[in-house]
Structure formats: structure tokens, C-alpha cells
């Protein structure tokens, strides 16, 4: 089941639409449906409240309007092992090409300040 922070596509007419996050899923005062808060990723950014049924939330078909409409969980593509960056061990500095010195800029400690 999809949950708070989790990315989902939205199909329209079994076409894909627009991926949006889920904000927030509460419940509603009939059971098994839920008021469900999606943050459209789209330009301009629009903020939704759907009532859903949890079936729908899990991926089933629904309707809105006469139109099929379903929610798909999108998942991170496996990738492979991402490449490491290793930090020089004795000196934050280094040779380029040229032989020239350069000092290493950790963009962490720039946003700290």
C-alpha cells in the first residue's frame, strides 16, 4: 500500500497523467475510505484531496467523473553500486592536469554557514 511521502503516477483512461506525492492519507468517517492529500508534481504545483477507498490507494481501478482512474506506486529503478568518492587521506588539496594546486571545497560546510 502506498503511504505518506510515497510517489504514485496517476492514470487517466489507462493513460499515465502526472506523478504526486502523497502528503498525508486520514481516515474518513466511513470505513475503509480515507482523505487522501496528493502534491501534484506539475508546473505550477497543485495540492489535492482525493476520498479513496484503500483499494484504490493500493493500485485499484476507480472512477471519477465516469472516467478510469488509478493510482500505480512508483519504486526507485535498481541501479547499480553507486561510485564512491574518496577523500584525500593527508591534504585537502590536490594536483590538477596543469600541476597547479587546487583546494577542495566541501559544498556541506558552504550550506552550514
Do not use: C
Not at 496528493?38 to 495540492?47: A, G, I, K
Request: proline letters at 6%.
Amino acid at each position: 500500500m502506498a503511504v505518506e511521502n510515497d510517489i504514485v503516477l496517476i492514470y487517466f483512461e489507462d493513460q499515465p497523467l502526472v506523478f504526486a506525492r502523497i502528503e498525508e492519507i486520514l481516515p474518513d468517517v466511513k470505513p475503509n475510505w480515507y482523505h487522501v492529500k496528493l502534491l501534484m508534481l506539475q508546473v505550477p504545483l497543485q495540492v489535492v484531496t482525493w476520498i479513496l477507498r484503500d483499494v484504490y490507494i493500493n493500485g485499484d481501478e476507480f472512477t471519477m467523473d465516469g472516467k478510469k482512474m488509478r493510482l500505480e506506486l512508483v519504486k526507485s529503478p535498481e541501479s547499480k553500486k553507486h561510485a564512491t568518492i574518496k577523500k584525500p587521506i593527508s591534504s585537502p588539496k590536490y594536483k590538477d592536469s596543469k600541476s597547479k594546486v587546487s583546494k577542495v571545497i566541501s559544498l556541506v560546510d558552504l550550506k552550514k554557514r
